[in-house]
């Protein structure tokens, strides 16, 4: 594969936590933060050295500049961002603790993006130059006019020859506050997708498969075989493994599938989680990251993986690492201060 810029396109939001491992209003006090999924993965790409573009949509007010700014700050593109009257797509956090588990709610509903035009995007401008574009299931959960605006991009840059990165990323509290037909819509993305970032349970949503059965590889493999037979486009499927002990006490290992070959690693023990939010979006940009280096399947898995250790580390959405760090950490190297 040949480096290129990468296009993500998808909501920029706000989100609100509960300080430390208290609960939503348990103070008076919310911690801020610019998040989202595709610019979680856009400020990753950035942050590697990548050249990295976010297409949206914003409220013309403090807010939603203030959230292009913070894109920017890290490298981001944002000349594909947009700005127009309306409200701050928002999601609060309380952080979880020892068995309780973290709890997110949403607060999207009739954000500026969730309400623009469908259409308004050209395509053809913005993936001018791009190699890939990135998008996720998040998006077309927000409302009809995000999931067209979902479907349109990805088929545009199958039109245009751009390859495109779908993480799956399935929010069944956000389908179900609109009643969207979720595997129809999902399944519209999957038929254009490269690279998918999906588990058994997201193929089982999008076909109407059962895979539920056997250990998490016997599940992946026939979960792997079915999506490379319904989408011919697919050439490769990559997901994390999280096993739990607790809250802050997981292992995190991952697999991934191509037509000819099956790739798993090792498992990392993850101690003292300081916030797991945006792990995913951190592992979909390492492997792209490794892809766009020309590296193998197998060492953009293990750089993938790396990287979303290494956002358990770090509070916030963003994964606020550098290329070497990860380098390091999947080397080995080892855990004394760097001077």
Known sequence: MSPGRIVC????LLRLSAPGAGRLLQSPQLDVCVGGAEANVAVSLARFGREAAV??????????RAARDELRRHGVDTSGVRFAPGR????FLSPGAVLRPSEVTYDRAGSAFAVAD?????????LSGAAWLHLSGVTPAIGAGAAEAAVRAAREARRLGVKVSFDGNFRATMWAAWQGDAPAILRAIFECADVAFADERDIGLVLGGDYSRGSVEERRRRAAE???AAFPN????????????GVDRQDLSATLATREAWITTKAYPLGGIVDRIGAGDAFAAGVLHGLLGGESDRAS?????????????????????????????????GLDVKR
């Not at 396109?9 to 920029?12: A, D, I, S």
């Not at 701050?88 to 999601?91: R, T």
């Not at 469908?118 to 913005?126: F, I, K, L, Q, Y």
């Open 88 to 91: 701050m797509g928002l999601y």
């Open 226 to 228: 079915a999506a490379f």
């Open 118 to 126: 469908p259409g308004a995007v050209d395509w053809e401008t913005r």
């Open 301 to 333: 898995l293990e750089f993938g993986l790396a990287a979303a250790v290494l956002k358990h580390s770090i509070p916030g959405d963003f994964n606020l690492v550098q290329e070497a760090e990860v380098r390091a950490l999947v080397a080995g190297d």
């Open 55 to 64: 297409v949206s949509l914003l409220p013309d007010n403090a807010l939603g």
């Open 9 to 12: 396109f998808g909501e920029v």
């Open 234 to 245: 697919l050439q490769r499927l990559a997901a994390t493994v999280r096993t739990h002990h």
